[in-house]
């Protein structure tokens, strides 16, 4: 984490019923808005980013709806999974991981389903490093009048969404990612569309309801006590973010994948993801043959320093994921490929 953000959530606690907190909250959702590039309303809730997938189901579906869900690796597994257990008739799209979510694919799905009332997408899947095409996906489900619910937890503040140009519904992404703060706090993007739903929706819900969140955020609160430090980071991760600039952040991150995947093929890598949607925000490759990706992930750490991760359910065992978003830089990138190089030399 940037050492502002460290600071800023040293800062005293204040009342969260207060004048100062109400100015502090409202300049941060305005905030979150234009990094959203939407007028639609941001919910925040202490959580991490699954809640956003619960949040997105009880308050905009009800059992028996149909729903289509592109399942590009484990969170829309999960994504997909978490409808199911809340009675949506969830028809899967799986496809093989590594690859993407096609109009195409998701446009054949939907005249098979006819009538499906949503349409379940993960924006970036972290678990193979793939950035499905959401601009291309949210037009084909709108033409079939379904409603677009987006997990973006790796992607929002590391590669474009323009919510309200592509006329997203539902869009959600936890705070330790591209935001760079700790864990703790969901994002929420609400549309007109979602909100329109949530009125409707007869789902049981207390936490997480949509409405009395709306309620409080537009008078400057939140509906219950706020984790505070949490806010003071995001509040200062996003101001530098501000004055980075969308474009430039966006760029930022586009040049890091792109350093990170020609450094690995230049190590003779193979990378996991199909390069026309391979993440800005996340790289996975396999190791070379005979070397474990357990070895390359505790060398890098215990000689270097690095973290990186594992791959996840089937991939387990097999692919070495690197994280490039937020506070991360061209340096970093040449330090980690530089690290890889010697373990992969010595091993
Ligand atoms: N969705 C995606 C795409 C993720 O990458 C993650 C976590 O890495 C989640 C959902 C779940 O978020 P959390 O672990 O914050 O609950």
Request: net charge negative; hydrophobic share 45%.
């Amino acid at each position: 984490m940037p050492p502002q953000v460290i600071e800023a959530m040293q800062r005293p606690m204040i009342s969260h019923r207060s004048a100062e907190f109400r100015d502090f909250y409202l300049e941060l959702i305005a905030r979150l808005k234009r990094l959203h590039r939407t007028e639609a309303e941001i919910l925040l809730w202490p959580g991490s980013g699954s809640a956003g997938w619960e949040i997105g189901i009880v308050n905009l579906l009800a059992p028996g709806d149909v729903v289509v869900a592109g399942v590009t690796g484990d969170f829309g597994d999960r994504f997909a999974q978490v409808a199911a257990m809340f009675g949506c008739d969830v028809r899967r799209m799986d496809v093989e991981w590594g690859n993407a979510l096609t109009p195409q694919r998701l446009e054949q799905e939907l005249q098979a389903n006819r009538g499906a009332r949503a349409v379940l997408l993960t924006h970036n899947e972290t678990s193979t490093a793939v950035t499905n095409p959401l601009r291309e996906l949210t037009e084909v489900a709108h033409a079939h009048g379904a409603l677009v619910l987006v997990d973006a937890v790796s992607s929002a503040g590391g590669i474009p969404i323009d919510f309200d140009d592509w006329g997203i519904d539902f869009l959600f992404s936890g705070t330790q990612k591209a935001w760079m703060c700790p864990p703790g706090v969901v994002i929420v993007v609400a549309g007109p569309g979602a909100l329109e739903c949530a009125a409707q929706s007869s789902t049981p819900r207390f936490f997480w309801d949509i409405q009395r969140n709306l309620d409080m955020t537009r008078k400057g609160f939140t509906p219950t006590t706020p984790p505070l430090s949490l806010l003071f980071g995001l509040d200062a991760a996003t101001a530098m973010i501000e004055s980075e600039g969308l474009d430039a952040l966006f760029a930022r991150h586009q040049r890091l994948g792109e350093m990170t995947r020609l450094g690995l093929r230049q190590l003779r890598m193979r990378l996991l993801a199909d390069e026309r949607y391979a993440s800005s925000t996340v790289t996975a490759f396999f190791p070379p043959e005979g070397v474990a990706a357990k070895t390359i992930i505790d060398r890098l750490k215990a000689d270097f320093g690095i973290t990186v991760a594992g791959g996840q359910a089937h991939l387990a065992e097999s692919i070495v994921r690197i994280g490039h978003m937020g506070w991360v830089d061209d340096d970093d990138i040449e330090h980690c490929l530089t690290a890889l190089n010697d373990v992969l030399e010595s091993v």
